[in-house]
């Protein structure tokens, strides 16, 4: 069992950056992979990015790809979404997720066993 704490949200002005954080507590996290999705009001989960569990893949949605990085530290058991030239369209509840031996192929929410409780991230125009 995973737990996943996000940090890092806030506001920003457009062109600014974020670096969002997600801390796991529990057994075999370099057993998962990890990813970040986000979720806008009134539309639905979408897959932002994920990282292979011994960090050699990596995986964006078009959109973000070329502005944001996904990294994750093992001996610390944390992720991390380093995300630079944000846009109001970045505006977003963001969740980070694991599932155990996942790949970077796995790109829908469904099939992440463990979420956190997400952290909202703002950009003004």
């Known amino acids: 069992q995973v737990q996943l704490v996000e940090s890092g949200g806030g506001l920003v002005q457009a062109g600014g950056s974020l670096r969002l954080s997600c801390a796991a507590s529990?057994?075999?996290?370099?057993?998962?992979?990890l990813g970040w999705f986000r979720q806008a009001p009134g539309k639905e989960r979408e897959f932002v990015s994920v990282?292979?569990?011994?960090?050699?893949?990596?995986r964006y949605a078009d959109s973000v790809k070329g502005r944001f990085a996904i990294s994750r530290d093992n001996a610390k058991n944390t992720v991390y979404l380093q995300m630079n030239s944000l846009t109001p369209e970045d505006t977003a509840v963001y969740y980070c997720a694991a599932k155990i031996y996942g790949t970077i192929s796995i790109t829908s929410a469904s099939e992440y066993q463990h979420w956190g409780q997400g952290t909202q991230v703002t950009v003004s125009a």
């Open positions: 990282i292979s569990w011994a960090a050699r893949a990596t």
């Open positions: 529990g057994r075999s996290f370099n057993s998962y992979s």
